[in-house]
Structures are given as structure tokens and as C-alpha cells.
């Protein structure tokens, strides 16, 4: 597989919830940490999701939000992950 995506979280599919037009993935991270992903119904025939499947979820950089402090604040996003932020070299480095 080749993709431009950075943000590539590999897990396994723990749950598969069928609506009417899309469905929910949820996909258990090798971390203990979950996220969901909602793609179409098709998407799931095509793809051969079944659960246990090990997957690759890929994010795209502006549907990421980065807080470091949340001020009192509720914020409402559902695939919430907790980290630290490291410098990534992309050419030769000192």
C-alpha cells in the first residue's frame, strides 16, 4: 500500500455497526487506545471488514486538532488520543 497519509494508526476491528448508509469501525489500537471510523456501507463489502481484521486507519493532517491545555473547557471530539509531540527529520539532521 502506498499513501501520502503520515498519520497511520495500525489496530484491530473490535466492532462493526451498520446503519442505513455508513457504518462504524471501531478499531482497537496496539496501545490500548481505540478509535472509530465511519465509512460507507459499501466501503465495508469492498473492503472485507470483519472483525478481528488487522487494519490501518489513516488521518489527514487538517482533520487533526492539537490542544495543550484545555482550559476548563469541554471539548467534544470522539477519537481522542493523548501523546507527545516529537520533531520528525525529513532530511539529514544535526
Not at 27 to 35: F, H, P, T, Y
Request: glycine residues 10%; positive net charge.
Amino acid at each position: 500500500m502506498q499513501a501520502s497519509g503520515r498519520n497511520q494508526f495500525t489496530g484491530n476491528v473490535s466492532n462493526v455497526l451498520i446503519g442505513a448508509v455508513n457504518a462504524e469501525i471501531h478499531v482497537s489500537l496496539k496501545d490500548g487506545e481505540a478509535i472509530v471510523a465511519s465509512i460507507t456501507k459499501e466501503s465495508i463489502e469492498t473492503l472485507g471488514i470483519k472483525i478481528g481484521m488487522e487494519v490501518v486507519a489513516l488521518v489527514k493532517a487538517p482533520q487533526i486538532i492539537i490542544i495543550t491545555d484545555f482550559g476548563g473547557y469541554r471539548l467534544w471530539a470522539r477519537n481522542q488520543l493523548q501523546g507527545i509531540m516529537r520533531p520528525i527529520c525529513l532530511l539529514a539532521c544535526s
